[in-house]
């Protein structure tokens, strides 16, 4: 995930060329079925590419969002800016993750994870309609 996340976000410029539409939650709804399927049909290959989409689109998903926040402002206002959405994101993960060891330790990690993707991907299917256009972010 780590991957697709960061060439994601390293060539943005480059997919708002190509891809003016693309906001990230399609892929990472992709990328979550793809890797789902991956572990039904235990297909390493599938779950590995999933894996790599759902963090293109998590990344580029990171990336639109912190271009829209930071806009328009000063140099020191979008450090400042970018700082308090770095951690906001990170906490609100780091918070995610602890939730889900407890649920783990609860139902047991099969069911917490495909409950998880499950939510994740309706959750980036609904936002698909109101979430920031690479493409859009670009031009001034």
């Known amino acids: 995930m780590l991957l697709g996340s960061l060439a994601a976000q390293l060539s943005s410029a480059a997919l ?3 891809f003016p539409a693309a906001s990230g939650m399609t892929a990472l709804a992709l990328g979550i079925a793809a890797t789902l399927a991956g572990g039904a049909l235990l297909s390493d290959f599938a779950a590995a590419l999933g894996c790599l989409v759902a963090g293109a689109g998590a990344g580029l998903s990171f990336r639109c969002a912190l271009v829209l ?14 700082s308090a959405y770095a ?13 889900c060891g407890a649920l783990v330790n609860r139902f047991g990690s099969t069911d917490v994870t495909m409950a998880l993707f499950a939510a994740t991907a309706a959750a980036a299917l609904s936002a698909r309609r109101f979430a ?3 493409g859009r972010l670009t031009t001034p």
């Open 69 to 82: 926040l930071t806009r328009g402002a000063s140099p020191a206002g979008q450090g400042r800016l970018a």
């Open 16 to 18: 708002a060329r190509a």
């Open 132 to 134: 920031p256009r690479i």
């Open 87 to 99: 951690a906001i994101t990170y906490l609100a993960a780091a918070a995610l993750v602890l939730l």
